[in-house]
């Protein structure tokens, strides 16, 4: 079965419609790509969700996630048996980013990376495939061929939540990395709060702990230190656009 995905942008002011940039797939195989182009603003916030259960198995639904040609500063992600295409993380979560990549480098299991980048890893066991906004994973995982990786790879995973992705963030994700990845850091942006998860299991993750932003959270083995967390709050964001968003595409 074709899997359509569509893309929803913000024009200028005085613009006579909001575009579209469409991606068709058939099959696995790019069969069309038609585009309208205008004078884009901003992306709109909230992630579009593709419904691919009859596109197959969870390796074909992976091979058309890593077949799309997002655009620049959209990420595709496969939660709940459908392709969720999301905005990357906003330029006012970079601090926070930055501050938490340098903290956890030092600590970080031999051979491991920490890194930003988006890169898609795969949890077949869970049929999932997140690109989480920091990552910790062994280097090996990055020599295979291909556009994602292993999510066995990971030692730890962390997400910064926005109003309309932290129900995956807490839920779906919280799941996958569960049972699979030995440490996840939630960064609750909005309640301005911390929280790790910890000892992965068939059953999800047995242990967690929460704090403040300002105070100090402890990061479990394999990491084993004191994460500072002063300078981690943000100003709130606006919710600004979302209910022009839920009129759906033109």
């Not at 596109?55 to 500063?73: I, Y």
């Not at 002063?230 to 209910?243: D, I, K, L, R, T």
């Amino acid at each position: 079965m074709p899997v359509t995905v569509s893309y929803l942008v913000r024009v200028e002011q005085g613009a006579s419609r909001v575009p579209r940039l469409t991606r068709h797939y058939g099959g696995g195989i790019d069969t069309t790509c038609t585009q309208r182009r205008t004078v884009v603003t901003t992306m709109i916030e909230r992630p579009a969700a593709i419904d691919a259960s009859g596109s197959g198995a969870f390796e074909d639904m992976l091979r058309t996630v890593e077949e799309l040609d997002t655009p620049d500063g959209y990420k595709a992600e496969l939660i709940r048996g459908k392709i969720v295409v999301s905005p990357w993380s906003k330029l006012r979560y970079k601090r926070v980013m930055k501050s938490l990549r340098q903290q956890l480098e030092p600590h970080a299991p031999e051979g491991h990376d920490v890194d930003v980048a988006p890169f898609l890893f795969s949890m077949p066991g869970a049929e999932r495939a997140f690109g989480p906004d920091l990552h910790v994973a062994d280097e090996a995982a990055f020599d295979a061929e291909g556009r994602h990786a292993d999510g066995a790879a990971l030692s730890l995973v962390a997400e910064l939540t926005s109003v309309s992705t932290k129900d995956a963030d807490w839920l779906d994700k919280l799941d996958a990395y569960g049972r699979v990845v030995p440490v996840y850091i939630v960064l609750d942006m909005q309640v301005q709060e911390i929280t790790a998860f910890w000892d992965p299991s068939p059953k999800g993750y047995r242990s967690r702990t929460t704090v403040p932003f300002g105070r100090a959270l402890h990061v479990p083995a394999p990491f084993d230190f004191e994460l500072d967390t002063s300078g981690f709050a943000v100003p709130p964001e606006s919710a600004e656009g979302e209910s022009e968003e839920d009129s759906g595409p033109a």
